[in-house]
């Protein structure tokens, strides 16, 4: 904590630098003269080969629109964004104006001191228009650091040719995935899932389907380690165990791709962010033969984490006012409907829904009562660091390592380490 307590005071301090220079410093921001210019430098965070293309061409129009602003766009791997940020932020050298933040990230940042207010500036133009679930990851203490950019869950990803060559439905519950995957098998000789076993993220709809959370933020109790949590190991494992999925405790993105792809597995549990990706597959030429259903329902109910990704400015950005507008520009509902058209990408903002772009989405559309129900994560600052610990035991029970019930207790430890005075 004490690190973080120095890292604010640093930052704070550059951020006030920066408002006394004005917008004419050595960056060369200025709006003296009515108009923005200078760098606005922009972390990216999104998929290379896919969603950068995109992004980068919509940033492009903000230069178009204020042609003396260059925006200089870098694209930083998704697993490595959050701690350069941290480190960059922290030594004051190096911070992007802008990162593209996961919504876990925004917390953590604010809490640092890492991140710039943004009530009352450009940046949150018409707020009101934002859906409240993609809003709330943005508040801290009262106040506003980030502007949402995408929401999304997650669904079962399915082969339609190999489901009707089965004589198969989308699983309902788990115990149908179960049933689906043993037909599949008989008729077609393929795996029926593929379960990503190196991150975490894809074992919350288990645990929230089967009544668990990581933790109750309200209560400040750790709730993994409970008799849900527990269950949900226990359903993960039994789905490897008995053959209904495959997985690896490495490079399970690029595994689960592939394998779903080419048609080695008939389902994977994956998000809107991979479907543009997923429609370059052989099996996906055709991109009518992808089916997307709700993540099957556990005990409890059926539960899909809520995501996405935020643009947060730099507190000690030397061009703020660029920044803000630059934030404004990418979150607005002109830059939404284009990502919903070209990348299948859910609106934070209500009124993009109602954009051709977004409409015409047939994947836009199956997410959008998704998330409108899907699990909130606790928007506390320890929240992204939550996974670490998890990941450890989650790919150990997949991997027949340990039991559910140690794989429960461990990072339930972990989490009253992290969490101090937490029960």
Not at 128 to 144: E, H, R, V
Not at 215 to 228: E, F, G, H, L, Q
Not at 281 to 303: R, Y
Not at 386 to 396: D, G, R
Request: with cysteine; aromatic share 10%.
């Amino acid at each position: 904590m004490r690190r973080g307590i120095t890292a604010t005071a640093l930052v704070a301090t550059l951020a006030l630098a920066a408002t006394a220079c004005g917008g004419d410093d050595e960056s060369g921001g200025s709006k003296s003269s009515g108009e923005l210019s200078g760098t606005v430098t922009w972390w990216d965070t999104s998929n290379v080969g896919s969603e950068d293309k995109v992004f980068k061409k919509i940033a492009e129009g903000f230069e178009k629109k204020h042609p003396k602003v260059d925006v200089k766009y870098v694209n930083v791997p998704f697993g490595e964004a959050q701690n350069k940020f941290k480190n960059a932020a922290q030594a004051g050298s190096g911070a992007p104006d802008v990162i593209r933040s996961e919504v876990a990230w925004t917390p953590e940042f604010a809490d640092l001191g890492y991140l710039a207010p943004l009530d009352g500036t450009a940046a949150l133009k018409d707020e009101g228009d934002f859906l409240k679930q993609a809003a709330a990851s943005t508040k801290y203490k009262g106040k506003t650091y980030a502007v949402p950019q995408v929401i999304d869950s997650m669904g079962i990803f399915y082969n339609k040719k190999m489901f009707a060559d089965a004589g198969v439905e989308p699983p309902a519950k788990i115990a149908d995935l179960k049933t689906v995957a043993e037909k599949i098998k008989k008729k077609t000789g393929k795996t029926g899932l593929y379960l990503r076993g190196d991150d975490s993220y894809y074992f919350l709809s288990f645990l929230y389907g089967e009544g668990g959370d990581l933790v109750d933020a309200d209560a400040k109790t750790v709730t993994v380690d409970n008799a849900a949590g527990v269950k949900a190991f226990g359903v993960v494992k039994d789905l490897v165990d008995s053959g209904t999925a495959k997985t690896d405790a490495t490079d399970g993105w690029e595994n689960m791709m592939q394998s779903f792809k080419n048609g080695d597995v008939a389902m994977m549990i994956n998000g809107p962010w991979a479907v543009a990706d997923t429609l370059t597959g052989k099996e996906f030429t055709d991109k009518a033969n992808l089916g997307i259903s709700t993540v099957p329902a556990g005990t409890a109910g059926q539960g899909a984490p809520q995501g996405g990704h935020n643009l947060g400015v730099y507190a000690g950005s030397k061009n703020l006012d660029a920044s803000y507008a630059f934030v404004e520009y990418m979150t607005s509902v002109e830059a939404q409907a284009q990502t919903a058209g070209e990348l299948n990408l859910l609106p934070t903002r209500t009124s993009a829904y109602s954009k051709k772009e977004a409409v015409d989405s047939e994947i836009v559309q199956f997410f959008k009562p998704v998330v409108e129900t899907a699990v909130e994560r606790p928007w506390i600052p320890e929240t992204g660091s939550l996974f670490a610990p998890l990941n450890v035991e989650y790919t150990k029970v997949l991997t027949g390592q340990t039991t559910p019930d140690k794989a429960a207790k461990a990072t339930g430890d972990s989490y009253r380490k992290l969490l101090k005075g937490w029960k």
